[in-house]
């Protein structure tokens, strides 16, 4: 069975999930897991907190929601609306009198993101409100598999609840989407022509693709075909090509120990030359480079 486009986005960009702390915060607390480059999420399974972005009044934070930050964004998630200077940074602390708050704290991150431009119409910060009911049901499920995995701390739970976690980024993906992304990479492919060209790219980098034969594919004239990709996509249909047979070069060159011929191959090109010239323009290294990088 072929997979859908944004599975086979997800495989190659190589999605990672972690969860970095589960613990109850008592006292004056406050977590900040921004500048790491990465998607940080937090979920308070009880008791309350928070949500200081800068430049924006605190939003307070209730059981059972959900924050998360596509881009990283400057954040804290604190006891109080207003964040006092001897609050502890990212500790739960002993336990002290009054209602401790249950934190969930992850994140979400990509091996091979690269040039893609998945979360870029995302916005800043999205928050859930799981803990109402009839509220996203399936990310609720979700959720509450993890806080049970972690709680009861079997053999095997840290790669069960990475992989909840990894459920979990589709979920929160799809739920962008219902509600309304009208441009981006996320919006084309749950566009049923756009998807279709999406997809052979992602399934076949190594056919010598044209803009006719990818507005055939999604039965549209060529024209048209290439307004709407670069309406959606933000670029044209032969540089997403490119930009997609480099990241799967990539991967390759870090975690296989295929030649650099037989890779160029996969990704469509028959001369090692011109694969080596195009890999260097576009990742600002060469192919060595990438491999000495990898872990074999």
């Known amino acids: 069975m072929n997979q859908d486009p944004l599975s086979e986005l997800l495989s190659n ?28 999420f937090h979920m308070l399974g009880s008791g309350q907190g928070w949500l200081h972005l800068e430049g924006q009044e ?23 609306s207003d964040v006092k200077a001897k609050v502890r940074l990212n500790d739960p ?9 249950n934190l969930l704290c992850g994140f979400f991150d990509f091996d091979n993101l690269g040039t893609s431009t998945l979360l870029d119409e995302l916005p800043g910060v999205i928050v859930l409100e799981l803990g109402e009911q009839g509220q996203h049901s399936a990310i609720r499920t979700l959720v509450e598999l993890m806080v049970s ?13 990475n992989q909840l976690c990894h459920l979990l980024f589709v979920q929160l993906l799809r739920l962008q989407i219902a509600k309304g992304l009208d441009t981006g990479l996320l919006a084309a492919l749950f566009d049923r022509r756009i998807s279709a060209a999406l997809s052979a790219i992602h399934q076949y980098p190594e056919r010598q693709w044209t803009l006719d034969s990818l507005a055939k594919l999604a039965a549209m004239g060529r024209t048209r075909f290439s307004q709407q990709f670069h309406l959606l996509v ?13 990241q799967s070069a990539k991967r390759l060159l870090e975690t296989t120990q295929r030649s650099t011929m037989d890779i ?33």
């Open 234 to 246: 933000g670029i044209s249909p032969i540089k997403y090509l490119t930009q997609w047979r480099m």
């Open 264 to 296: 160029a191959q996969a990704c469509g090109y028959q001369s090692e030359v011109a694969f080596r010239k195009a890999y260097r323009s576009l990742m600002g290294k060469t192919p060595g480079q990438s491999r000495k990088q990898g872990n074999i």
């Open 13 to 40: 960009l190589q999605l990672r999930a972690e969860v970095y702390v589960h613990a109850d915060f008592c006292g004056h607390w406050a977590v900040d897991t921004s500048g790491q480059r990465r998607i940080p």
């Open 93 to 101: 602390g002993q336990q002290e009198d009054g209602v401790a708050t």
């Open 58 to 80: 605190p939003l307070r934070l209730k059981a059972g929601d959900l924050v998360l930050f596509p881009h990283d964004a400057k954040h804290l998630v604190s006891s109080q």
């Open 149 to 161: 995995e972690l709680e009861l701390a079997q053999p095997g739970s840290y790669v069960v609840v």
